[in-house]
């Protein structure tokens, strides 16, 4: 291997292989100034409750659009702590969606609400707003949409039904880095919006972690209390001496985000908007080769930016089309299949084959590829041109 290539530099070839995701590139990419954020955390001696946390909320909140940030340990604290903090719990029920990840829902039962799922729009595979209006009892207390692959759900139509009907959204963005309605961020448009940082997402920490975003600054205090054991942050110390004396106010959970993390992950926000433009970039390439084929394509509703956390087609044989791929040293995933309610873990709910038919169809056709700022174009190339053959 060259010392550029032990550099991080685009110097990579098809030879190397085509990643979903690649960690080893974005760290050899800002090594130096990742290597310097470890140190100075290590260095200072403030594992915990240091100034890292704050100052990466501080830098999401405003790349982000909006007024506070919370830190948290995964994406999955983040939802599960905006709900707790919104007053969500037993006897209510939250609409949400069944092609997901697993935390979407199991957010929702850990603060001991009902989930109720409602299929989805058959272009974007995101909530299906007219069955949400159907789905709406006297005992729903918040809507949880996703915002899926990076593309938005339809906030609009979402949004308007929570005011009709006097009920909280909680946006699942933790694939959507970036992405908006008519300029406006995802995120912004409900009450919360949730975000994840693991390694494979847009921004991703070096292990586990997550962000919540809100305009109110009572709910941003009140997820900070509950990810934090039920006590204040002022109450922390940060200079390594001795703190105050215990003062609960809440039974929180420990959901916070680490002082590492966080300032690894404010190293990457600088590269953030780079490595997007180059998902866009890699997505508009695949799209514009591939339209003459057999391979259904991803949508961009208009007015909206997808950020293609992963670029998702269509195929008639995926089998056959995974293996062609793998033997080219192409990677591909099956993302979040079977959907939610084929998973033996909620089989308890008794939902059957067919009762959410678009995820169904969805889940039994699609394919992820490469699509991240790792992916060279002589990769790229190698992907349209094995793709190209096997979908001719």
Same mark, same amino acid.
């Given at each position: 291997?060259t010392s550029?290539?032990?550099k991080?530099?685009?110097l990579r070839s098809p030879?190397?292989?085509?990643?979903?995701?690649? =960690?080893?590139?974005e760290?050899?990419?800002?090594?130096r100034?990742i290597d310097?954020?470890i140190?100075?955390v290590l260095?200072r001696?403030l594992l915990d409750w240091?100034?890292?946390?704050p100052?990466f909320?501080?830098a999401?909140?405003?790349?982000?659009?909006?007024?506070y940030?919370?830190?948290?340990n995964?994406?999955?604290?983040?939802l599960?702590?905006?709900?707790?903090?919104?007053g969500v719990?037993?006897g209510?029920?939250?609409?949400t969606?069944p092609n997901?990840?697993i935390?979407?829902t199991?957010a929702?039962h850990?603060v001991g609400?009902?989930?109720?799922?409602?299929?989805?729009?058959?272009?974007?595979?995101?909530m299906?707003?007219?069955?949400?209006?159907?789905?709406?009892?006297?005992?729903?207390k918040?809507?949880? =949409?996703?915002?899926l692959?990076?593309h938005?759900?339809?906030?609009k *139509?979402i949004?308007?039904?929570?005011?009709?009907?006097?009920l909280?959204v909680?946006?699942?963005?933790c694939l959507?880095?970036?992405?908006s309605?008519?300029g406006r961020?995802?995120?912004?448009?409900?009450?919360?919006g949730?975000?994840s940082h693991a390694?494979?997402?847009?921004?991703?920490a070096c292990?586990?972690?997550g962000?919540a975003?809100?305009?109110d600054?009572?709910?941003?205090?009140r997820?900070r209390?509950?990810?934090?054991y039920g006590?204040?942050?002022?109450r922390?110390t940060c200079?390594g001496k001795?703190g105050?004396?215990?003062h609960?106010?809440?039974e929180?959970f420990?959901?916070?985000?680490d002082e590492?993390q966080a300032?690894i992950?404010?190293?990457?926000?600088?590269?953030l908007?780079e490595w997007?433009?180059?998902?866009r970039?890699n *997505?508009?390439?695949?799209?514009?080769?591939?339209r003459a084929t057999?391979i259904?394509?991803p949508?961009?509703? =208009?007015?909206c930016?997808h950020?293609?956390?992963n670029y998702i087609?269509?195929?008639?044989r995926r089998e056959?089309?995974?293996?062609?791929?793998?033997?080219?040293g192409i990677?591909s995933?099956?993302?979040?299949?079977?959907p939610?309610?084929?998973?033996?873990?909620y089989r308890?709910?008794?939902?059957?084959?067919?009762?959410?038919?678009?995820t169904?169809?969805?889940?039994a056709t699609?394919?992820?590829v490469?699509?991240?700022?790792?992916v060279? =174009?002589?990769?790229?190339k190698?992907?349209?041109?094995t793709?190209?053959?096997?979908?001719a």
């Amino acid at each position: 291997m060259t010392s550029e290539r032990r550099k991080g530099t685009d110097l990579r070839s098809p030879q190397d292989g085509v990643l979903m995701s690649d =960690p080893v590139w974005e760290y050899r990419s800002l090594k130096r100034e990742i290597d310097g954020a470890i140190a100075g955390v290590l260095e200072r001696g403030l594992l915990d409750w240091g100034p890292e946390v704050p100052a990466f909320e501080e830098a999401f909140a405003r790349w982000s659009g909006v007024a506070y940030a919370v830190g948290f340990n995964s994406g999955m604290a983040a939802l599960k702590v905006a709900l707790k903090a919104l007053g969500v719990g037993p006897g209510d029920e939250v609409i949400t969606v069944p092609n997901s990840d697993i935390s979407t829902t199991s957010a929702i039962h850990h603060v001991g609400a009902k989930s109720v799922w409602v299929d989805v729009e058959r272009d974007t595979m995101t909530m299906d707003p007219v069955l949400v209006e159907e789905a709406i009892t006297e005992r729903t207390k918040a809507l949880l =949409p996703v915002h899926l692959y990076g593309h938005p759900a339809d906030m609009k *139509a979402i949004c308007e039904l929570a005011s009709k009907y006097r009920l909280f959204v909680i946006e699942d963005a933790c694939l959507a880095v970036g992405a908006s309605i008519d300029g406006r961020p995802v995120g912004r448009w409900g009450d919360v919006g949730c975000f994840s940082h693991a390694p494979s997402k847009h921004l991703g920490a070096c292990g586990s972690a997550g962000t919540a975003v809100t305009d109110d600054e009572s709910l941003a205090e009140r997820m900070r209390l509950l990810a934090g054991y039920g006590e204040s942050r002022q109450r922390k110390t940060c200079d390594g001496k001795a703190g105050q004396s215990q003062h609960y106010v809440a039974e929180g959970f420990n959901e916070r985000m680490d002082e590492l993390q966080a300032s690894i992950l404010s190293v990457k926000l600088s590269r953030l908007g780079e490595w997007v433009a180059a998902r866009r970039a890699n *997505a508009g390439a695949y799209s514009d080769a591939f339209r003459a084929t057999g391979i259904r394509l991803p949508i961009e509703r =208009p007015g909206c930016r997808h950020t293609y956390r992963n670029y998702i087609i269509r195929v008639s044989r995926r089998e056959r089309t995974q293996r062609a791929l793998a033997d080219a040293g192409i990677a591909s995933g099956q993302v979040y299949v079977p959907p939610l309610h084929l998973q033996p873990v909620y089989r308890r709910l008794g939902h059957k084959r067919g009762a959410y038919p678009v995820t169904e169809e969805a889940c039994a056709t699609l394919l992820s590829v490469p699509v991240g700022p790792h992916v060279s =174009p002589a990769q790229r190339k190698l992907v349209i041109r094995t793709l190209a053959r096997l979908e001719a």
